[in-house]
């Protein structure tokens, strides 16, 4: 298993949109790595981010969906509940995120208005 090269923290109204561009130089220069993953939250990846680090070969990334992607997904029968079974994990594609891993999670227990109706409405659920 390998360890995170640095840690930094930001004033909190430091926009990520400084804070990543930041780091990739930090990457590039101080520490001299030609391939590293940057791990954020939804907020810190936005799809401009990622467009960025799209531009610097050997950089990867891992964020979660915002739930408008989960949602059409979900709508467009990429997500449905056998995906998930024997396993809650699940790997899929998708045109909207060409040439990207997308690795989908879920409670053992499906949503019911996912069960019910096969609504796109579903909803992370904490277990119980």
Do not use: H
């Not at 004033?11 to 590293?36: C, H, M, W, Y």
């Amino acid at each position: 298993m390998r360890s995170p090269v640095a840690v930094d923290v930001y004033p909190g109204n430091t926009a990520d949109s400084k804070t990543v561009p930041d780091q990739i130089v930090k990457i590039r220069d101080k520490f001299n790595l030609e391939r590293a993953i940057l791990v954020g939250d939804r907020g810190m990846l936005t799809q401009t981010q990622i467009d960025t680090l799209r531009q610097y070969p050997g950089l990867g990334w891992i964020s979660a969906l915002r739930s408008e992607a989960i949602a059409k997904l979900l709508e467009e029968g990429m997500l449905y509940r056998q995906l998930f079974e024997p396993t809650p994990l699940a790997e899929i594609t998708a045109p909207d995120f060409p040439g990207e891993r997308l690795i989908a999670a879920t409670t053992r227990r499906w949503p019911r208005s996912v069960a019910r109706s096969g609504s796109v409405c579903w909803q992370p659920r904490r277990p119980t």
